[in-house]
């Protein structure tokens, strides 16, 4: 009577703070399969195959679009980024909270495919120039990468009306705190139960 699992799906500018958020939600919440992405992107410094995404060629990623492997699949700042379908359907069917760090283009395609079981939060910082502070201050991409992710924000930023909740992450600590309330709730949406089952049951 219940659909299995649930979906939190993170979106916002690059360097907003979502995957330093997704490694604090990540220890409140054992019960959850992050969704490792494929990138034809080149591998940053830190970045792990197989941890923080399957990082494969522009040739690779399109055979896989004709396979039909993606549950949705993006340009993003001129590169592929796709969600493998797979391991997702099989997480959901494990019951698992089931977390994508996607953009806002991925999270359109799924809310489409997956309306009953997806909640969604768009994280960003307070102003456009705290955006430009963090990219500059993770240094991993250069001044260029850094232009074009900037550009970009404000597109992003445009889609907020699309999502559930908007984090404002200023602290990391108190974003935290609102992202792992988010992610709780994310489990007892009434979406995720079949009314007829569910009416069925309670009647007994
Ligand atoms: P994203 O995953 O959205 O691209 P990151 O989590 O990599 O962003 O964060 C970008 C940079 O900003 C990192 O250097 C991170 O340590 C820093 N950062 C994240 N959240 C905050 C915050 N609330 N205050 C200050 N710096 C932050
Ligand atoms: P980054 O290169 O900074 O890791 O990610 C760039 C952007 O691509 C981010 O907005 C991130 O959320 C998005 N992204 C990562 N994986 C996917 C994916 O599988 N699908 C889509 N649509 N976007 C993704």
Redesign the pocket.
């Known amino acids: 009577m219940k659909h299995k699992g649930a979906i939190l799906i993170l979106s ?1 500018p ?8 997704y490694k604090i939600l990540a220890k409140e919440f054992p019960n959850h399969y992050f969704s490792i992405s494929s990138t034809t992107r080149s591998k940053r410094e830190g970045e792990v195959e197989g941890v923080h995404y399957h990082f494969i060629d522009k040739a690779t990623f399109e055979c896989g679009i004709q396979k039909g492997e993606f549950l949705e699949w993006a340009e993003v700042h001129g590169n592929y980024y796709g969600t493998s379908k797979k391991q997702v359907l099989e997480a959901l069917n494990e019951d698992k909270l089931v977390i994508f ?1 996607i953009d806002v283009q991925g999270q359109a395609n799924l809310k489409k495919s997956f309306p009953n079981h997806t909640t969604s939060v768009f ?1 960003t910082t307070p102003s456009k120039s705290i955006l430009s502070q ?2 500059k ?2 240094g991993s991409d250069n001044a260029e990468v850094i232009e074009k992710r900037l550009e970009n924000a404000l597109d992003e930023v445009k889609n907020l009306a699309n999502f559930d909740y908007l984090i404002l ?4 600590e108190d ?1 935290a705190k609102k992202l792992i309330c988010i992610a709780k709730s994310a489990f007892c949406k009434a979406s995720l139960y079949e009314i007829q089952p569910f009416l069925q049951n309670w009647e007994k």
């Not at 690059?14 to 958020?21: D, E, F, I, T």
């Not at 992450?169 to 990391?172: Q, V």
């Open positions: 916002g690059s360097g907003a703070g979502k995957s330093s958020l760090d994280i963090r990219l201050g993770r992450n200023e602290n990391l974003s």
